[in-house]
Structure formats: C-alpha cells, structure tokens
C-alpha cells in the first residue's frame, strides 16, 4: 500500500524538479569556491553525505513522532523531537524575527537570494503553499507579522494561513505586512515546533509575467521573513 499524501503527480513533479534545482545550485556555489578541482570534489562530496544524512535523521525523528503528510503537526507527538534534535535549534519568543530560511526549516520556498538593499529575501514556490517550522513559546496568545510581502503579480493573493495545520485569521497591515494570529498552547512549559504556512491561489512563471526577465521559476510571493509579536494591550 502506498502512502497516502496530500501532492497530486503534477505537483509532486514540480516539487521534485525544484528540490533538484536547489540542490544543483548550492552544488555549482560549493564548486565555484574551491580553489583546486580537487578541493572542489571534496566539497561536492561532503555537502552530499551531510544532505543525506541529515535527510535520514529528519524522517526518522518525524517518523519517531508519528508525523504524517496528511495530518498537522501534533506539539504533544514531537516531544521526543525537541528532547533530541531541537535543543540545537534556536528559540523564539515575543519580539523575535525570524528570517526565512535561518535558524528554521522550511518548505515550498525557491533557495535564498538578495533583494533591494542587500536584505535576504524567498520567493515561494512552485507550491502554492510555503511556510516554516521554527521553536516558537507559545505559553501566551502571539502575532506573526509577514514583512516586505510582494507578489509577481496583482491576481496572485494570499488566501490561508496556517497553523499546525489548522486556518488563523489574518489581516493585511499596510500593504507590505501580513499578521496572524498564532494560538497558545496550554499543556506545555517549553517552546515547541510550530508550523507556520502560507498559501495563496496560484503561481505564476516569472517571465510569462515580466518578460525582461530570464526566469522560468513559477513563484507566488516574496518576503524577508517575520516578526513575533504581542496581542495589544485590552483598552477596557
């Protein structure tokens, strides 16, 4: 019996396409910044065993935890997850920014590049869905604030956000600044792994849309990455 997942084929065919991209360029990177074929072949070799192995302790853990792709992340499964492989990671809290693609794992995102001003910034895609998995307290209700938010198009919109596999509500400050609402969770003392995800109704292939451009990624939006903060004081 085959696993069940929420990917049709075509997706799955694009996702895998995009992972192989991601993987040739930070190849090509690791290659270019040797300084001998020889130190080039050695990089190449030791970037390859750390992505499977680290590749390998991800499913196990998950699998430890009994994730699975249909079901939303379970805080109480993950547990043995943070008693053995989170402590590395860093934590956030209130007045933390999170940077995506630092410190974090994430999915559905095209690999790191610069933007306006030198700042790091993520075009997602060509999933309509991407997002985040960072250690995050969540003792106390939380906003997230997606910031510098841009889309490759006016018809390209974000229509969920996700919690642990679960709709928030969300409002757009501004223009540029997408909040949510992050839930608290009341049976733990401890940050725990928290999956923040973003979906919006399509994507669209950069040069069918901007022509000047030599980009055939299918993206959807961009940004820098976002802020964790408090619920307002209640006025009353």
Same mark, same amino acid.
């Given at each position: 019996?085959?696993?069940?997942?929420?990917?049709?084929?075509?997706?799955?065919?694009?996702?895998?396409?995009?992972?192989?991209?991601?993987?040739?360029?930070?190849?090509?990177?690791?290659?270019?910044?040797?300084?001998?074929?020889?130190?080039?072949?050695?990089?190449?070799?030791?970037?390859?065993?750390?992505?499977?192995?680290?590749?390998?302790?991800?499913?196990?853990?998950?699998?430890?935890?009994?994730?699975?792709?249909?079901?939303?992340?379970?805080?109480?499964?993950?547990?043995?997850?943070?008693?053995?492989?989170?402590?590395?990671?860093?934590?956030?809290?209130?007045?933390?920014?999170?940077?995506?693609?630092?410190?974090?794992?994430?999915?559905?995102?095209?690999?790191?590049?610069?933007?306006?001003?030198? !700042?790091?910034?993520? +075009?997602? #895609?060509?999933? $309509?869905?991407?997002? @985040?998995?960072?250690? /995050?307290?969540? =003792?106390?209700?939380?906003?997230?604030?997606?910031?510098?938010?841009?889309?490759?198009?006016?018809?390209?919109?974000?229509?969920?956000?996700?919690?642990?596999?679960?709709? !928030?509500?969300?409002? +757009?400050? #501004?223009?540029? $600044?997408?909040?949510? @609402?992050?839930?608290? /969770?009341?049976? =733990?003392?401890?940050?725990?792994?928290?999956?923040?995800?973003?979906?919006?109704?399509?994507?669209?292939?950069?040069?069918?849309?901007?022509?000047?451009?030599?980009?055939?990624?299918?993206?959807?939006?961009?940004?820098?990455?976002?802020?964790?903060?408090?619920?307002?004081?209640?006025?009353?």
């Amino acid at each position: 019996m085959e696993p069940k997942t929420n990917l049709s084929p075509a997706d799955r065919k694009v996702l895998l396409e995009d992972y192989r991209a991601d993987i040739q360029r930070r190849l090509e990177f690791k290659a270019a910044s040797a300084d001998s074929a020889s130190a080039a072949s050695d990089r190449i070799n030791r970037f390859l065993v750390s992505e499977i192995a680290q590749l390998k302790l991800q499913i196990t853990e998950l699998e430890l935890a009994g994730v699975r792709s249909e079901q939303p992340i379970d805080n109480d499964a993950l547990r043995p997850t943070i008693d053995h492989v989170w402590p590395s990671m860093p934590t956030y809290d209130v007045g933390s920014r999170i940077s995506i693609g630092a410190g974090v794992m994430t999915f559905g995102f095209h690999f790191p590049e610069l933007g306006a001003g030198g !700042v790091v910034q993520r +075009w997602s #895609g060509p999933s $309509t869905r991407a997002g @985040l998995v960072a250690l /995050i307290n969540r =003792t106390a209700p939380l906003f997230g604030e997606l910031s510098n938010v841009s889309f490759i198009d006016p018809s390209v919109e974000i229509t969920r956000v996700l919690i642990d596999g679960e709709p !928030v509500k969300h409002e +757009w400050l #501004g223009e540029k $600044t997408l909040r949510f @609402l992050i839930p608290p /969770i009341s049976n =733990t003392d401890r940050p725990v792994p928290t999956q923040i995800a973003f979906v919006v109704n399509k994507c669209l292939v950069v040069q069918d849309v901007r022509p000047q451009f030599m980009d055939t990624r299918s993206v959807g939006f961009c940004t820098i990455g976002l802020t964790l903060r408090a619920p307002a004081p209640d006025p009353s």
